[in-house]
């Protein structure tokens, strides 16, 4: 079973920045972040995969804000945020699997961590 440990989450001013981690314990094949804030579904916002001929995903409300990086070294991978907005409030989860990793939806993906909470304030 692969174990996803996230960290990061804080309250933060809007147009402040937060990175968040996630570290795997066995391989991965994709790993990236959701989001969902209340009352909504969760999302995908962010995903990098092992293999070549896939493009690292961004979710449109998020790039050019949001980075996506991977140290193979110590399987994490971190989400660098920027210009954070009150709408990033969230739960954010980290994700992998170790096969398939078709298109960032919650169903295609079979490990999950506990979510870290992100909270921008106006």
């Known amino acids: 079973q692969v174990q996803l440990v996230e960290s990061g989450g804080a309250s933060v001013q809007a147009g402040g920045s937060l990175t968040l981690s996630c570290a795997a314990s066995?391989?991965?094949?994709?790993m990236g972040w959701f989001r969902q804030a209340p009352g909504k579904e969760r999302e995908g916002v962010a995903g990098?995969?092992?293999?070549?001929?896939?493009?690292?995903y961004y979710a449109d409300s998020v790039k050019g804000r949001f980075t996506i990086s991977r140290d193979n070294a110590k399987n994490t991978v971190y989400l660098q945020m920027n210009s954070l907005k009150p709408e990033d409030t969230a739960v954010y989860y980290c994700?992998?699997?170790?096969?398939?990793?078709?298109?960032?939806?919650?169903?295609?993906?079979?490990?999950w961590g506990k979510g870290t909470q992100v909270t921008v304030s106006s």
């Open positions: 990098v995969y092992t293999g070549g001929g896939r493009p690292t």
């Open positions: 994700a992998a699997d170790t096969f398939r990793c078709g298109s960032w939806i919650p169903a295609n993906f079979a490990y």
């Open positions: 066995g391989y991965t094949y994709c």
